[in-house]
């Protein structure tokens, strides 16, 4: 746990004075309760973050666009805030392979699951909150969102996929194909594992309860990986590792 502690504190360019708080962060429900420490683990941290991060968003939206309308505030700050986007920042800090996760939910995909990543995200920032105040939050927030508050991520989108078929269609005039790679657990609690395809190669997976949600998880990490290959997200800033 040292050594992922050292490693994220790297990616954000932050040192903890409290190491056991970030460390904290990357404790997932599942891998305490195997533990038989089933409160020991990142949730209330995410509580806390889920606030810091609403709350820094709308300070940076609110010095950039000086002009913009209550409501349109409100639309852009959801879009930079959703599930999906802040899966997406937690790759780009390289939160998932430093996750503790329980034994099921790492053959179930947790470690690519948007809503998993989504929420260690904000249980690292909740850790930032409570080692270094507002401020220290306030900056990792900044050097995070600044480059996308002019640029909404098209991850935004509510609808994943038809995001990655425009995205396909208009660069490489094709259209990609899902397909479903397995089902487990019974039929009250199935598990359905769907791969996204283009051209042969796979671009992303998604796992859940049912097909269309685990496409739509499948597009989600699809469109990560798009970005990244494109060099996109590379060059929005410096906190990638």
């Known amino acids: ?141 900044g050097r995070l969102f600044a480059p996308w508050v002019a640029d909404p991520p098209p991850l935004g989108q509510s609808d994943s996929k038809s995001a990655l078929q425009e995205i396909l269609q208009e660069r490489y005039g094709a259209t990609p194909e899902y397909r479903l790679e397995g089902e487990e657990g019974p039929a009250h609690e199935r598990r359905f594992t769907v791969a996204v395809i283009f051209r042969g190669q796979v671009l992303g997976r998604g796992v859940a309860g049912r097909k269309k949600e685990a496409e739509r998880r499948a597009a989600v990490q699809a469109l990560a990986g798009l970005e990244k290959k494109d060099g996109s997200v590379l060059a929005r800033g410096d906190l990638l590792c």
Not at 49 to 74: F, I, K, Q, W
Not at 79 to 91: F, R, T
Not at 118 to 133: K, N, P, Q, R
């Open 1 to 141: 746990m040292q050594e992922a502690v050292a490693t994220l504190e790297r990616c954000l360019a932050y040192r903890f004075g409290r190491p056991e708080l970030l460390a904290r962060a990357l404790v997932h429900s599942s891998w305490a309760a195997e533990q038989g420490e089933p409160e020991e683990n990142n949730e209330r941290l995410e509580f806390l973050g889920d606030a810091v991060v609403d709350l820094a968003v709308a300070a940076l939206l609110y010095e950039y666009y000086p002009a913009m309308r209550e409501g349109d505030l409100s639309r852009r700050r959801a879009a930079l805030v959703n599930e999906s986007h802040l899966a997406l920042l937690a790759g780009e800090i390289g939160l998932a392979p430093l996750l503790l996760l329980g034994r099921g939910e790492e053959r179930g995909g947790g470690r690519g699951k948007p809503s998993i990543l989504a929420a260690a995200f904000e249980a690292v920032i909740g850790a930032v909150y409570l080692d270094g105040g507002y401020p220290a939050a306030h900056a990792l927030l």
